[in-house]
């Protein structure tokens, strides 16, 4: 079997890694990759946004499955254009994909489905979304309708901040095109969870709920980042919840989807906020998380590509997928300075001795340079650890942590903690 990722993230290693464990040894490609998939896959120099380029090379190679990582290719429409020329993927098709492209698009899905999220309203002229902002108490969240790369969300603490965010986004062109609509939202109180559903238009599998670390500082201080850590199974996600996450949020999307002629099949990511209201959906990603995927698939027992292979073909069966019994925890080591800006080409020490440690180190930004792996982003490395339990995972990740080393790498310390007092 012949499978492409696309990407360069370590959502993407982990990705390549888990289908190099699989029993079938597929043979693996990743474009464009980075210093950590050319250990495991031959890295193909094409970008990941680069549709036209995907689908030259896959018309020549003609792999089994195309397995899409980020959502950029996704909204792009690289699902559809691979199919038409008889391509196998795992990953919506545009259409689909808009559940994350587009916020109004999604909100819309989920009121028709009945899916329990924060009240709303969707604007494309700043003088009514701010007459519109007596409808809301305060904080309020404004959000860019579009891709923005994750800064698109602002959660405004006074009336001026939301004045100030939809003035920039509707009349100051802040995310181009991506800012043209808004959606202005209630505030919700909890904590976050990120559930990730296998689907194949029609059946629905959830894998156990993974807890990001947004903020880049520890006790949740600082800006936000793409994400600091992650860790599952994440407590806060009960049996009930995931239960209700199934038959109350995944399946009925899925049905209103199908009655718009829509099929969703790969990935539904569901960042849920869990609190006083309930579970409530913050907002649906076509993909995989990152840094999520790093500790839920390494936690897949069973062999990856048959899953995903049945999520692309419709034939997705209960059971499928089996988990492993630990915890796991992963830790991202940054550049210095990120989230702002940052130096790239330094050079990167210990990665054996993490791995002799117990750890997996997936690559997030490296690249190779004359036999040495540096950095290349601003999220470098992800750090992940099994253990009996989350505190036993925390413990053998921080170990390796501490094997590795760059000029100004910096991390946070506390990771998974917010889950230890849930647990006995
Ligand atoms: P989103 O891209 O919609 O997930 O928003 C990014 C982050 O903003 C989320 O992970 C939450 O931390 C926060 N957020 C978004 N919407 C809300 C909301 N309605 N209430 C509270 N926090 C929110
Ligand atoms: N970890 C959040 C995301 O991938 O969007």
Same mark, same amino acid.
């Given at each position: 079997?012949?499978?492409?990722?696309? #990407?360069?993230?370590?959502?993407?290693?982990?990705?390549?890694?888990?289908?190099?464990?699989?029993? =079938?040894?597929?043979?693996?490609? =990743?474009?464009?990759?980075?210093?950590?998939?050319?250990?495991?896959?031959?890295?193909?120099?094409?970008?990941? +946004?680069?549709?036209?380029?995907?689908?030259?090379?896959?018309? +020549?190679?003609?792999?089994?499955?195309?397995?899409?990582?980020?959502?950029?290719?996704?909204?792009?429409?690289?699902?559809?254009?691979?199919?038409?020329?008889?391509?196998?993927?795992?990953?919506? =098709?545009?259409?689909?994909?808009?559940?994350?492209?587009?916020?109004?698009?999604?909100?819309?899905?989920?009121?028709?489905?009945?899916?329990?999220?924060?009240? @709303?309203?969707?604007?494309?002229?700043?003088?009514?979304?701010?007459?519109?902002?007596?409808?809301?108490?305060?904080?309020?969240?404004?959000?860019?309708?579009?891709?923005?790369?994750?800064?698109?969300?602002?959660?405004?603490?006074?009336?001026?901040?939301?004045?100030?965010?939809?003035?920039?986004?509707?009349?100051?062109?802040?995310?181009?095109?991506?800012?043209?609509?808004?959606?202005?939202?209630?505030?919700?109180?909890?904590?976050?969870?990120?559930?990730?559903?296998?689907?194949?238009?029609?059946?629905?599998?959830?894998?156990?709920?993974?807890?990001?670390?947004?903020?880049?500082?520890?006790?949740?201080?600082?800006?936000?980042?793409?994400?600091?850590?992650?860790?599952?199974?994440?407590?806060?996600?009960?049996?009930?919840?995931?239960?209700?996450?199934?038959?109350?949020?995944?399946?009925?999307?899925?049905?209103?989807?199908?009655?718009?002629?829509?099929?969703?099949?790969?990935?539904?990511?569901?960042?849920?906020?869990?609190?006083?209201?309930?579970?409530?959906?913050?907002? @649906?990603? =076509?993909? @995989?998380?990152?840094?999520?995927?790093?500790?839920?698939?390494?936690?897949?027992?069973?062999?990856?590509?048959?899953?995903?292979?049945?999520?692309?073909?419709?034939?997705?069966?209960?059971?499928?997928?089996?988990?492993?019994?630990?915890?796991?925890?992963?830790?991202?080591?940054?550049?210095?300075?990120?989230?702002?800006?940052?130096?790239?080409?330094?050079?990167?020490?210990?990665?054996?001795?993490?791995?002799?440690?117990?750890?997996?180190?997936?690559?997030?930004?490296?690249?190779?340079?004359?036999?040495?792996?540096?950095?290349?982003?601003?999220?470098?490395?992800?750090?992940?650890?099994?253990?009996?339990?989350?505190?036993?995972?925390?413990?053998?990740?921080?170990?390796?942590? #501490?094997?590795?080393?760059?000029?100004?790498?910096?991390?946070?310390?506390?990771?998974?903690?917010?889950?230890?007092?849930?647990?006995?």
């Amino acid at each position: 079997m012949k499978v492409l990722v696309i #990407g360069n993230g370590g959502r993407e290693h982990a990705i390549v890694w888990k289908l190099a464990h699989d029993s =079938c040894a597929p043979e693996l490609f =990743c474009a464009p990759g980075n210093a950590g998939t050319a250990a495991l896959a031959t890295n193909v120099p094409i970008g990941a +946004e680069d549709v036209a380029g995907i689908v030259a090379w896959a018309r +020549e190679a003609k792999p089994d499955l195309v397995v899409v990582g980020p959502e950029a290719p996704l909204c792009a429409g690289v699902t559809d254009a691979l199919e038409a020329e008889g391509i196998k993927v795992f990953g919506p =098709c545009q259409a689909a994909a808009a559940l994350e492209g587009s916020k109004a698009f999604s909100k819309d899905v989920m009121e028709k489905a009945g899916v329990p999220t924060a009240r @709303f309203r969707v604007y494309r002229s700043s003088a009514e979304a701010i007459a519109g902002l007596d409808a809301f108490s305060l904080p309020v969240v404004v959000k860019a309708d579009g891709l923005a790369a994750g800064k698109g969300v602002v959660i405004a603490q006074t009336r001026e901040e939301a004045e100030t965010a939809l003035r920039e986004m509707l009349d100051g062109g802040r995310f181009g095109a991506a800012g043209a609509e808004v959606v202005v939202e209630e505030f919700l109180e909890g904590e976050e969870a990120s559930v990730f559903a296998l689907c194949d238009g029609e059946r629905v599998e959830l894998l156990p709920a993974a807890q990001d670390h947004k903020r880049v500082f520890d006790n949740d201080q600082g800006p936000n980042t793409g994400g600091m850590g992650a860790y599952t199974p994440a407590p806060i996600a009960t049996a009930e919840v995931m239960a209700f996450t199934k038959e109350q949020i995944v399946l009925p999307v899925l049905r209103e989807l199908k009655r718009r002629g829509i099929t969703y099949k790969g990935v539904l990511f569901c960042g849920l906020m869990i609190g006083p209201k309930g579970v409530n959906v913050l907002e @649906f990603n =076509c993909r @995989f998380g990152d840094p999520e995927t790093e500790v839920v698939l390494p936690s897949v027992a069973s062999d990856l590509l048959p899953v995903l292979l049945a999520c692309s073909e419709g034939r997705l069966e209960s059971g499928m997928v089996k988990m492993r019994p630990e915890a796991a925890v992963t830790v991202v080591m940054a550049a210095p300075g990120y989230p702002g800006s940052y130096p790239k080409g330094l050079a990167i020490s210990g990665l054996d001795a993490a791995e002799a440690a117990g750890c997996t180190v997936f690559h997030a930004g490296t690249a190779l340079r004359e036999g040495q792996v540096v950095t290349a982003g601003g999220r470098v490395l992800t750090v992940t650890a099994f253990g009996a339990d989350l505190r036993a995972a925390v413990a053998k990740a921080y170990e390796g942590v #501490g094997q590795i080393a760059f000029e100004g790498a910096h991390y946070r310390r506390d990771i998974a903690a917010k889950a230890f007092k849930y647990l006995k």
